[in-house]
């Protein structure tokens, strides 16, 4: 059975950083790409930012590029988001998504239970 | 980067059929084969139901189809039951190497 398990999400103040880890279990975690996901309070699904098999591309949504990184350590079954620069509209309950194949395809096949991360002062 | 464009919410009876729509452009929707859908009940994490325009994981029922046309994707939902009423979502990837969702329709069973 997949499982995708987040963690590193909590309060922190406009401007600061955090990063946010997803341990994988129940698949083979190198042969697929990953993403991740946010949901704001009330509102809709945002797609972050997502990495491919191999780390060899990347994407990240346009209200997001340049402050946040995403990364991934096979050998951990891990992937990992840094954020920095962070703002009040990022507040969100972030998930921890992976692909059915290993391109960056947006095909969201399994879902973490999500790590709420709060921007405020 | 804007949304891709969904209907805010649909209706339909039980035993009834509803079809869902998702707009987006050349770049995004009409572009690729690379649109999906989800389902989405609060406080549950999303479901995959559709991908790659009209594909069904395994174990997603039947009732549910996915079609595409220029720039415009479609999500039919047959034969509704009271378990369908949650939010639905499409996305689709774009020529950024990026993922669109789409704003979300919330489908009430009536």
């Known amino acids: 059975e997949v499982q995708l398990v987040e963690s590193g999400g909590g309060l922190v103040q406009p401007g600061g950083s955090l990063t946010l880890s997803c341990t994988a279990s129940?698949?083979?975690?190198?042969?697929?790409?990953m993403y991740w996901v946010r949901e704001a309070p009330g509102k809709g699904l945002e797609w972050v930012s997502g990495i491919t098999w191999d780390s060899g591309r990347t994407g990240y949504a346009d209200s997001v590029k340049g402050r946040f990184t995403i990364s991934r350590d096979d050998a951990q079954k891990s992937l990992y988001l840094q954020m920095s620069s962070l703002r009040p509209e990022d507040t969100a309950l972030y998930y921890c998504?992976?692909?059915?194949?290993?391109?960056?395809?947006?095909?969201?096949?399994?879902w973490g239970q999500g790590t709420l991360v709060t921007v405020s002062s | 980067q804007s949304a891709l464009t969904q209907p805010a919410s649909v209706s339909g009876s039980p035993g009834q059929s509803i079809t869902i729509s998702c707009t987006g452009t050349?770049?995004?929707?009409?572009?690729?084969?690379?649109v999906s859908w989800y389902q989405h009940h609060p406080g549950k994490a999303p479901k995959l139901i559709i991908y790659e325009v009209n594909n069904r994981p395994s174990g997603v029922s039947n009732r549910f189809s996915g079609s595409k046309s220029g720039n415009t994707a479609s999500l039919t939902i047959f034969g509704l039951q009271p378990e369908d009423e949650a939010e639905y979502y499409c996305t689709s990837y774009t020529s950024d190497s990026t993922v669109l969702f789409g704003g979300g329709t919330k489908l009430t069973v009536l």
């Open positions: 050349i770049t995004d929707v009409g572009g690729y084969i690379y």
């Open positions: 998504v992976k692909d059915i194949s290993f391109d960056l395809g947006g095909r969201l096949d399994s």
């Open positions: 129940g698949f083979i975690f190198y042969d697929y790409a």
